[in-house]
């Protein structure tokens, strides 16, 4: 196994992270796809292929967290790339970018519950996630993180009036994505004087469970700027916050 680039994604059962792990097998990683539900993970792995490993990972569970970097310990002895894409986008069942979630996603009626929910698994648990791992990614020669967030999360666009999405912005989807990106640069700070590199990418607008289904772009389009990040090398950029392809996405 450790002839192979290894990869933990996380939320990789389905969605864009099952997109990513199964185009990153394809090109000969060895990837760990987190699941919250093993046997999920295990359906998901059996139908990527030789490469893929199912393991059990609830970003918002410290001992599954453990219990998951000491079994890639245990396996690999090394991560080479993290990629942190577990998400949710509301507790309630609401379709993200529906009139009824943005009625529900007001700074003066969220659900403060609800707020707590999201950010426990976009934000906490990708902070947890890192923690982690980092002593496994300590051990790779070339080691890589990328945070899967959004453009929705860009305070420098929301906070423009003209933007077309401008009145969207809320305290649970959104904050949560413009939290990520501050988690990501505490990470990115902490190790710019290390061969570790963070990376933040966005897959935009995809059809997921995260959102219903309604997204405008297929899995294979959302996976895409994720996966050119993945397969970056040690001298490609560390730091970058991008879409497809390549376009920066400001803070």
Request: glycine share 10%; aromatic share 6%.
């Amino acid at each position: 196994m450790s002839a192979s680039r290894i990869t933990l994604i996380t939320g990789a059962n389905q969605g864009v992270g099952f997109q990513v792990a199964k185009e990153l097998v394809a090109v000969g990683n060895t990837v760990f796809v987190g699941s919250r539900d093993l046997q999920r993970g295990e359906t998901a792995a059996a139908e990527i292929g030789p490469g893929a490993i199912a393991v059990q990972l609830d970003v918002t569970d410290a001992d599954s967290i453990a219990a998951a970097a000491e079994r890639i310990r245990r396996e690999a002895g090394r991560l080479d790339l993290l990629v942190n894409n577990a998400g949710i986008s509301n507790t309630s069942g609401r379709e993200l970018g529906s009139p009824e979630y943005w009625a529900g996603a007001l700074a003066s009626n969220a659900s403060l519950d609800e707020v707590r929910a999201v950010f426990e698994t976009n934000v906490f648990g990708a902070l947890a996630v890192y923690q982690a791992m980092l002593p496994l990614l300590r051990k790779s020669k070339d080691a890589r993180i990328i945070n899967v967030s959004s453009g929705v999360g860009s305070l420098t666009t929301n906070a423009d009036p003209g933007y077309p999405y401008h009145k969207m912005y809320g305290p649970i989807y959104a904050a949560s994505k413009t939290a990520l990106n501050a988690m990501s640069l505490a990470m990115m700070i902490e190790l710019e004087d290390t061969d570790i590199k963070v990376n933040i990418a966005s897959p935009a607008f995809t059809a997921t469970n995260l959102n219903g289904f309604a997204g405008a772009e297929p899995l294979e389009q959302g996976a895409r700027e994720i996966v050119r990040v993945a397969k970056y090398g040690p001298d490609d950029p560390r730091g970058t916050f991008t879409r497809w392809e390549n376009a920066d996405i400001p803070w």
